[in-house]
């Protein structure tokens, strides 16, 4: 019960400096392209209510979770133009598997707030999930500015070791690093 009161405290929690962000740039569109901020405002909303309407649900299929990721990353791009490509590469066997449910969105906004801010041009952010033996290997990887030495998590990357310790006690691996390419890794179980 503690667990799982934990992980809806978690899930609860909604990131303001998105949100912030989000709002900010479908305001600067309403007047330039009301098509394009009517566009971003839908999908928004959609994000927020898969956020609020799976409060309760600490797992969906691999599949649900591109998809909100891609919602998310439509909303993005509205933001960075041009500036970012983005790449999702999932094994298609993992699509039904049962997936940490908001386990992508947190790390990828990371990897844009911290890595890719100040990028002007060419930069890239990845995600690719791959089978092995019974694992699945999660990576978000970015060309951005590296891993600080003494990285303090700050409440994406908080809240994501904490999910993954919660659903995964002692049976999930988190590596970040910068060479030879900058990633963070997760390793987790098939089977939840």
Known sequence: LKTEAELQALQSKINPHFLYN???????????DPDKAEDMTIKLSKLFRYSINSQHENFCSLQ???????????????RFADRINFDIDTDNTLSHMQFPRFLLQPLVENALKHGLKDTAEN??????????????????????????????????????????????????????????????????????
């Open 22 to 32: 989000a709002l900010n740039a479908i305001t600067s569109l309403i007047h330039e």
């Open 64 to 78: 649900e979770e591109i998809d909100i990721l891609n919602t998310y990353l439509a909303i993005e791009k509205v």
């Open 123 to 192: 930069g890239l952010l990845a995600v690719k999930v791959i089978k092995e033996d019974n694992q699945a290997h999660i990576f978000v990887r970015d060309n951005g500015s590296p891993f600080p030495t003494e990285l303090i998590a700050g409440y994406g990357l908080q809240s994501t070791f904490d999910k993954l310790t919660l659903l995964y006690p002692n049976s999930h691996e988190i590596e970040m690093s910068n060479e030879p390419i900058k990633q963070i890794k997760i390793t987790i179980p098939l089977s939840a």
